[in-house]
Structure formats: structure tokens, C-alpha cells
């Protein structure tokens, strides 16, 4: 999984760099999705690791969703700087979205929500873990956001349904652990 959504990932920044020339601020944002792909998988990995991982994994788990926060984060700031982006750059943005950073945070997030009730019996562990997830919901809400108020209209409500299908995902798991 981890390795085929590196490899497609690679295959859409390739094809992106041949399509043409690319603006240098698209080429940032398409740097920052590589690096929001990364802190996907990292995350990833570490739940994946569980139970065998014990408490020493799911302490990291708070600090894990704000690096990957951070990175979101980062990807805002670029897309606002880039403005408007052109069709092409636009679909690439959204497929490497749609088809690699969406499908694994939702694996992330419902493997989450399958271990929750054995890993997380400390209330106050769970509570970071909440917040933790509730401030990834807000980074990756805003990504998503600045993404399609960027991309041309035809391609806004493709932008909408992935942020629907990611925050139903982050409501379901932060209802499991609340
Ligand atoms: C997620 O929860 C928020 C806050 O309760 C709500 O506004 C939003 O509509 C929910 N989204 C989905 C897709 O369920």
C-alpha cells in the first residue's frame, strides 16, 4: 500500500514536470503534497504498528498527526501564494489528493477506530488523541479548501466531495473516541 502510493505519487510528478512548463509556485505546492504523501504513510506505519507497538507507540501518536498537520499546513500557505490554477495543475493536485493522501488517511483513521477501545483506556491520553485529531480535521479542512477555491470551477465540487469523504472519516473516529 505504502509503497504502490509512493510509486503513483511519483508517477503523477513526473507526468506533471513532462506536461509542460510548470510555475515555480506549482511546483512548490507539488513538492508539499510529496511531503503531506510522507506524513500520511508515517502515520500510517505507526497505527499499523499497534498492538504490538504498546505505549510506546501510541505516545507517538499525538506528536505524528502534528507533524502531518504541519505539513497540511504548509500546502495552505502555498496554494493561497499560487492563486488561481490552471486546469492541468489543478487535476494533478486533486488526483494525487483523491488518490493517494485521502485513501490512506481513511485506512489510517478507521484502523484508528478499531483499536481505539484497546489502546486508548486512559482518559487523558485519549483526550490528546482527540485534539490531536481535531486540530489534523482543521489543517486538512483548510488544505482542502484553499485547494478548490484555487482550482477552475469545473473541478470545485470534485475538491468539495473529497473534503466530505475526509471529514466524515475524522467525525466517525473522533466520535469513537469521545
Ligand atoms: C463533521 O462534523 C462537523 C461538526 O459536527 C459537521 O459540521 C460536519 O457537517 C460533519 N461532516 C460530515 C461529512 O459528517
Not at 505507526?46 to 507533524?67: H, R
Amino acid at each position: 500500500m505504502v509503497q504502490f502510493t509512493r510509486s503513483f505519487l511519483s508517477l503523477c510528478l513526473i507526468a506533471a514536470s513532462f506536461a509542460g512548463p510548470t510555475k515555480r509556485t506549482v511546483a512548490q505546492v507539488e513538492a508539499d503534497i510529496a511531503s503531506i504523501s510522507t506524513q500520511v504513510n508515517a502515520l500510517d506505519d505507526l497505527i499499523e504498528g499497534f498492538p504490538a507497538s504498546g505505549i510506546l507507540g501510541a505516545s507517538a501518536l499525538p506528536a505524528e498527526m502534528a507533524l502531518l498537520g504541519a505539513a497540511l499546513n504548509t500546502g495552505t500557505s502555498d496554494i493561497k501564494a499560487t492563486g488561481p490554477l490552471d486546469e492541468a495543475d489543478a487535476t494533478t493536485i486533486l488526483n494525487a489528493v483523491q488518490q493517494v493522501i485521502q485513501p490512506v488517511i481513511s485506512v489510517t483513521l478507521a484502523q484508528l477506530n478499531g483499536i481505539a477501545s484497546h489502546l486508548l483506556d486512559d482518559a487523558e491520553f485519549k483526550a490528546s488523541v482527540v485534539s490531536a485529531l481535531q486540530n489534523l480535521q482543521t489543517s486538512i479542512d483548510a488544505f482542502v479548501a484553499a485547494l478548490a477555491a484555487a482550482a477552475p470551477v469545473d473541478l470545485t465540487a470534485e475538491a468539495i466531495s473529497i473534503q466530505i469523504a475526509i471529514d466524515a472519516a475524522f467525525n466517525k473516529t473522533i466520535a469513537a473516541l469521545s
